[in-house]
């Protein structure tokens, strides 16, 4: 069993910054990808940011110029950085790695946080 615990979300006036950061512990062999994921009220649940291992990375271009996620290999640490925040940014956010156990082979699993609320608003 893997757990990916967050921390970081809260309320934040427009134009201000929150860290978003999730660490990933369980026996995990390696992990391929760790990422953030946001869903608002009535919408579907959308790519924010994600990185590999090797350090390739992605963003939705929603946020770029704004966000950068930040990735501690050692500590199976993912980071989110949001700036210059908006009130479209309300959502909850939630964590996900994509990992290879022990005793699966090659197979990857995705794995997901509980969700932390931020909300963008004067």
């Known amino acids: 069993q893997v757990q990916l615990v967050e921390s970081g979300g809260g309320l934040v006036q427009p134009g201000g910054s929150l860290r978003l950061c999730c660490v990933a512990s369980g026996s995990i062999f390696r992990i391929n990808s760790m990422g953030w994921y946001r869903q608002a009220p009535g919408k579907e649940r959308e790519l924010v940011a994600a990185t590999t291992t090797s350090g390739s990375a992605n963003s939705a271009d929603s946020v770029k110029g704004r966000f950068t996620i930040s990735r501690d290999n050692a500590k199976n640490t993912v980071c989110l950085q949001m700036n210059s925040l908006k009130p479209e940014d309300t959502a909850v956010y939630y964590c996900?790695?994509?990992?290879?156990?022990?005793?699966?082979?090659?197979?990857?699993?995705?794995?997901w946080g509980q969700g932390t609320q931020v909300t963008v608003s004067s």
């Open positions: 996900n790695a994509d990992v290879l156990l022990y005793n699966y082979g090659s197979r990857t699993f995705r794995y």
